[in-house]
């Protein structure tokens, strides 16, 4: 079954089922500033989750177009895609747990519907937790499909749970459906859930219980409703056997046309299929939002900086690859002749889309050229070394001055036949992220490791966070290093024990209250003594100069720092926490994104 086929079967069940088809909405979401992109199906329904009417009825069914860039690291593994595509089916206060799993459970294994045998399919559910009870409702319902025990895992609130991209709203217990590939287990733990690599997710059935709101309670909604999530390329992988999303028929010409102009063969090379894989997905997410009515074109901000740099990291990996010419052009046409059934859009806009990309490709192999050519005059110098190493700080100043990412040097200098000191860059990396974060670096040309808005915008989160880490945990929170990269942000602060669920949800909610507040962001040069009784915030141990810049957002935080930062908070979109861990004793480090 290819993926028109899985789409119009899905709308066909459920319209079977009384739902009312309704159209898939914009990747860019309308009025709200929470969010870079749409990154569910329930994203453009929020209101009606929450209680409006909506015109279609109470069941729907759609189709939608998603973005996640959280995971743009990990694109090129069997699983993660940055643009992927949502099978949704809804209740407004209709049908409810039994209702969705019911009707889920027929669409899996009914041999009218996908015919999965039902022993390859295994479901979490929501474990419970202090504030919401185990959802043994969901489990019940299940066990009585004739799911063995076995097969049902319950897990936390971080695996279990589905808020909006906002951190408020309407939220609740989800029950995931996995497919097993039928590996080994990989210890007595495994189960559904397990990211071994046994268990894919398709489908999440969401049970919209709760709202939540910005203090971090939970007020239960008067009119439970759900959404449901299942993703088609995931699930064409398993219904064809496949292993991975990258090798259904979904990717398979534009990464055998990725082959032929790179003259390589899919699937002989791990390092190559990953290259071809970046160049599938990212193409294609890059089709996807030129081609949105909304029309975004790459820039510095926002979406716009998104899809720049999804498009500089294909052109990266087509060259990495041994492509001389353009990356799109020989995939564009297949992308789009491709997706142009159920997304119209593509065809309407097909000029926009091909021209944008080739003016973007242009002119990043143009700064890419220029900081080669001042590579190749460094490297007859670096040969007579007889270690063949490139020092850290020089790849640095390569980053530095010519925007030149550390991978590219490293594998630039390695045609050369040297290597580069990366712990060293790494820590002129750091410092100068520390310099430029402390307000001591004001003399530093640079400022921020990345001026990009995106950095700029994680920047200005980290002063949000560490005060809302300071009113939830107490004001031994200090400050001990932070890392930032246009896709997300590492925070390092001293706090003695794992923040608990609960702890790590409030924070959450106060840094979107504070960005949703939309507070102005002030500058004020003083004296570092006057800073400090104006209680700012300054790092402990950092040499500062004595005339410093302290920036303030509202009336919410105050810090000693060298900017630079967003005028608004509001621009800042959807914090969100993705772990908190161990850095080392007595510090804790939390990575986080913005959505
Ligand atoms: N919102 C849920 C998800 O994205 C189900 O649609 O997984």
Not at 519 to 539: H, N
Request: aromatic share 8%; glycine share 10%; proline share 5%.
């Amino acid at each position: 079954m290819n993926a028109n086929e899985l789409r119009s079967k899905y709308i066909e069940f459920f319209k079977s089922k009384q739902h009312a088809q309704i159209q898939g909405k914009s990747l860019l979401p309308d009025n709200d500033p929470t969010v870079l992109f749409t990154t569910a199906g329930m994203h453009p329904l929020v209101p009606y989750l929450l209680g409006q009417e909506h015109p279609a009825g109470k069941r729907l069914v759609d189709y939608q177009k998603c973005i996640r860039t959280g995971d743009i690291d990990s694109v090129g593994d069997p699983s993660h895609l940055t643009f992927f595509e949502m099978l949704g089916n809804w209740s407004l206060g209709d049908y409810f747990k039994e209702g969705a799993i019911r009707m889920s459970y027929e669409f899996l294994t009914s041999s009218e519907w996908l015919g999965i045998p039902a022993g390859k399919i295994g479901v979490t559910v929501f474990e419970g937790d202090d504030t919401v009870p185990r959802d043994e409702e969901s489990a019940s319902v299940w066990r009585s499909l004739g799911i063995p025990e076995e097969r049902i895992s319950y897990r936390p609130r971080s695996d279990n749970w589905w808020g909006p991209a906002g951190a408020t709203g309407p939220c609740g217990p989800d029950s995931e459906m996995f497919y097993d590939f039928g590996k080994e287990p990989c210890g007595s733990e495994c189960g559904p859930g397990c990211s071994c690599g046994k268990w894919l997710e398709i489908w999440n059935d969401v049970f919209m219980q709760y709202n939540k709101k910005a203090d971090g309670t939970y007020e239960p909604l008067a009119r439970t409703c759900v959404d449901t999530g299942m993703g088609i390329e995931r699930t064409v992988t398993v219904l064809n056997g496949k292993k991975s999303v990258y090798d259904t028929d979904i990717f398979a010409e534009s990464i055998a046309s990725i082959g032929k102009a790179a003259g390589c063969v899919y699937g002989t090379d791990p390092e190559k299929d990953r290259s071809m894989r970046i160049i599938a997905d990212h193409a294609r997410a890059a089709a996807f939002i030129l081609g949105d009515p909304k029309a975004v074109t790459p820039s510095n901000v926002g979406a716009g900086y998104v899809l720049r740099r999804l498009i500089r990291r294909a052109v990266r990996h087509g060259r990495k690859l041994g492509i001389e010419g353009t990356v799109f052009s020989p995939i564009m046409h297949i992308i789009i002749e491709q997706m142009a059934g159920p997304y119209p859009e593509l065809i309407e806009n097909k000029a926009r889309i091909i021209e944008e990309l080739n003016k973007e490709e242009k002119k990043f192999l143009e700064t890419l050229h220029k900081g080669e050519k001042e590579f190749e005059k460094l490297v007859p110098n670096l040969l007579k070394n007889p270690q063949k190493i490139m020092s850290g700080r020089l790849a640095f100043k390569l980053y530095d001055t010519y925007g030149f990412p550390i991978e590219l040097t490293s594998e630039l200098a390695e045609e050369s036949g040297l290597t580069v000191n990366r712990e060293e860059f790494d820590e002129a990396f750091r410092k100068h992220q520390n310099l430029s974060r402390a307000g001591g670096g004001q003399a530093f040309k640079g400022g921020l490791i990345d001026h990009g808005e995106i950095a700029t915008r994680y920047h200005s989160a980290t002063h949000l966070l560490q005060q809302a880490l300071r009113i939830v945990l107490g004001d031994h929170v200090a400050q001990k290093g932070s890392n930032i990269t246009a896709e997300r942000m590492r925070f390092d602060f001293s706090h003695d024990k794992p923040m608990t669920a609960d702890e790590i949800a409030r924070v959450e909610a106060i840094v979107n209250e504070q960005i949703r507040r939309d507070l102005p962001v002030t500058m004020e040069i003083m004296a570092l003594d006057d800073a400090k009784a104006s209680g700012a915030i300054a790092l402990f141990g950092e040499k500062y100069d004595s005339q410093v810049k302290v920036y303030a957002m509202g009336d919410f935080s105050k810090e000693v720092c060298g900017g630079p930062h967003v005028e608004h908070t509001g621009v800042l979109g959807t914090f969100k926490i993705q772990k908190e861990q161990s850095s080392s004793a007595g510090v804790r480090r939390i990575r986080a994104a913005l959505e």
